[in-house]
């Protein structure tokens, strides 16, 4: 199983709304990513776990929040959302080794809010 | 800091020519570095990468990429382009130390012509 995969694949929420993004991979791969990408613009870091452990969060706002249950699930919950936040969020895992470093990426949730 | 530099946004080549994606990048020591494609709305696929080795790195769909240590660059090349390879392509780099995540270029957008 080489899939990082994510769910919702489409997500229209309000501004006061609480949502949670989901993504799953079965690869053992210990590292795994946040990204938010806008249209035409490359995917931006916002969050890395390692071993499960918050190791970075690029000044993300709050009310964007992750959470890795376990190694093979990451959550990013959403509460009171701006417009602006609308986006394409990619979830990535990596093995972390120094042999094998590629990112797997998921198809994303495409996520719209009014 | 790592940075990654791709000088064109907008890469035109007719069918069954060659095409060549630019990629310079910045990073203190030796890098991993990679080439990502993305399709529209959907997430990103890897291509290939170099880790250590033969500096001519062959990756899926014919794709290969050079790198050039003098010159710090990683230009992903197809002897033969399709009007399929159409898409959005990042270059990437990590640095070999510590848990550091993807760095991405912004992007360039290949249009293959009929």
């Known amino acids: 199983d080489t899939e990082v995969t994510q769910t919702p694949k489409h997500l229209v929420m309000g501004m006061t709304n609480k949502k949670s993004l989901k993504c799953e991979q079965h690869?053992?791969?210990?590292?795994m990513y946040w990204y938010k990408q806008k249209a035409k613009k490359p995917p931006e870091l916002m969050f890395v776990y390692s071993y499960e452990k918050l190791s970075i969060n690029e000044s993300v706002p709050s009310r964007f929040s992750p959470e890795c249950p376990n190694s093979s699930l990451l959550n990013l919950h959403l509460h009171a959302l701006q417009p602006e936040d609308s986006a394409l969020y990619l979830c990535?895992?990596?093995?972390?080794?120094?042999?094998?470093?590629?990112?797997?990426f998921g198809q994303g949730t495409r996520l719209t809010v009014v | 800091a790592q940075s990654v530099a791709q000088p064109e946004d907008q890469v035109n080549v007719a069918e069954g020519n060659p095409l060549t994606v630019k990629c310079t990048y910045s990073v203190s020591g030796n890098p991993y570095l990679f080439w990502y494609v993305q399709y529209p709305n959907r997430g990103l696929q890897f291509l290939l990468k170099y880790i250590t080795g033969d500096n001519l790195v062959k990756g899926s769909y014919g794709f290969e990429a050079e790198f050039n240590k003098s010159q710090t660059s990683f230009h992903l090349k197809k002897p033969s382009a399709l009007v399929s390879d159409s898409a959005l392509y990042f270059c990437a780099v990590r640095e070999r130390s510590g848990n550091t995540p993807l760095v991405f270029g912004k992007g360039t957008r290949l249009s293959v012509i009929a």
């Open positions: 690869m053992g791969h210990r590292a």
């Open positions: 990535a895992s990596s093995l972390d080794s120094p042999t094998n470093t590629e990112a797997f």
